[in-house]
């Protein structure tokens, strides 16, 4: 079908059918073509320790967590991330001294949470991959989450 781009039909067929601009594919969920947009994404987020590369900050998180650089793994970073100044907008009061001194909650509770839409989150990967999704309006430059990141990089 050909579009005529001056009356807005092709953008509504975009938005209306979640369509990707790059590849024409069609999705059944506005998440499904996020995902799939990733995946024409460069891989542009280093390893905090080591040489590798990730197309999204949350999947560079997962990599650190499940222990698979030296060194490092869920643990230090829920540790890391209790010791930022501004915890309290991303960890439960209740959950913060855990994280700080055992590095996980004893429990099965979600420790963190979305500062802008108070998103409960069982992982600080989770917390990445939410913001960096299309699910609310937080982003990883907000002053939080920078701060978070900016903490992360020195830590590790």
Not at 60 to 70: F, K, P, R, S, V
Not at 75 to 81: E, P, S, V
Request: glycine residues 4%; hydrophobic residues 25%; charged residues 30%.
């Amino acid at each position: 079908m050909h579009w005529d781009n001056e009356d807005g039909g092709y953008q509504k067929h975009v938005d209306e059918f979640n369509v990707c601009t790059d590849c024409e594919r069609h999705f059944s969920s506005l998440s499904h073509l996020y995902q799939h947009r990733l995946s024409h994404r460069n891989r542009t987020y280093r390893c905090l320790c080591c040489e590798k590369k990730f197309k999204t900050y949350g999947g560079m998180i997962i990599h650190l967590e499940c222990g698979t650089c030296d060194n490092t793994d869920y643990i230090d970073l829920n540790k890391l991330a209790a010791q930022c100044l501004k915890w309290s907008h991303f960890i439960y009061e209740d959950c913060r001294e855990e994280l700080l001194y055992e590095g996980d909650t004893l429990y099965d509770e979600d420790p963190f949470y979305c500062p802008t839409c108070d998103t409960p989150l069982p992982k600080l990967s989770s917390l990445f991959q939410h913001v960096e999704s299309s699910k609310c309006e937080e982003t990883l430059d907000s002053p939080t989450m920078k701060h978070l990141r900016n903490l992360l990089a020195k830590g590790l």
